[in-house]
């Protein structure tokens, strides 16, 4: 298989001529130096009323993990101040998993040997009925990154298909273009999230060895199109251990911080993932980034932007995400698979038709995710939207 030059756009993908953002995020990147702070540092950003960009460094740097506490406390403050008792639910709904990329971490990429699948129309539809009758409003649908077996219209025909059933539909597909994602806005998608991976180019260059992924400056400036597009809000998120996970978080909220200064329409959120085991490569494990690093980062996104949303997705155990809601988490999944045509009935027989991307490691359902939000004094939320 043919290397192309992972700094060089491919002939249909999209260049912004007028933006900088993404050459800013990597610049702000390199400079970074997380081993520069203090506990003199962390002590002002913890004290500071608007925090600066220099403060969130310092609140992801090691100097302070011993003011976890103190970071937990003013998340919780600025969560309770911006969001209320509130938290947001959501299913992800894997539609297809066919790829054309060569990424060495994930269980989709095309070089690994697992069921592939798609769902047709139909089986949307069912899936889509299934997750609905639970009660849920907000689904967030999901494809392998393939545009010969996932194209745009089939993506949109299922945010049709979605817009039937609920509130709310957000997509996490393969970037595209302004003019697409501004197709399937009109298809009834609210919403954009996108993986960057990691924001280190030349690590991204060695994890993703083929396929349109492989163009890192393209997938950088995702988020951009998709506001571009139209789409209501857009998702951050570098997937923590790829990298130094602390210099890729100091990116993502650079990122994000630089498009809400260009867009303020826009609704900006977090997700934090970390790496989990994958079909047929089971020493891909989290290494780099423990649960305490993983909450000082969430902690940090929260008290440098406290009115982004912020993700806690099924990568996390159950005891870990029931701690994290009202103190710096806002919207967390439930009734969770990452395989295709998992949520129909046990009788339909497109159940369970494909692999899964990675292992889950909360299977709870949504009725029980909800207990779990109650019995912490907190309200959950099916819907936070309403379009008139």
Known sequence: MEKIDHMTYLPDMEVLEDSDIGEKVVEAMKAYDPDSYTAADVKRALAAEYPTRE??????????????????RRATEETQKHFGSSVLLFTPLYIANYCENHCIYCGFNCMNKIRRAKLDEDGIRREMEAIAKTGMEEVLILTGESRKMSDVEYIGRACSIAHEYFKNVGIEVYPMNTDEYAYLHECGADYVTVFQETYDSDRYEQLHLAGHKRIFPYRLNAQERAVRGGMRGVAFAALLGLADFRKDAFAVGTHAYLIQRKYPHAEISFSCPRLRPIINNDKINPKDVHEKQLLQVMCAYRIFMPFAGLTISTRERA???DNVVGMCATKISAGVSTGIGSHADEEEEHKGIGDNQFEISDGRT??????AIKSRGLQPVLNDYVYI
């Open 366 to 371: 949504l009725e029980e995710v909800i207990a």
């Open 319 to 321: 005891g870990f995400r």
């Open 55 to 72: 403060d969130f460094g310092a609140l992801l740097s090691p100097a302070a993990e011993p003011f976890l506490e103190a970071m937990a």
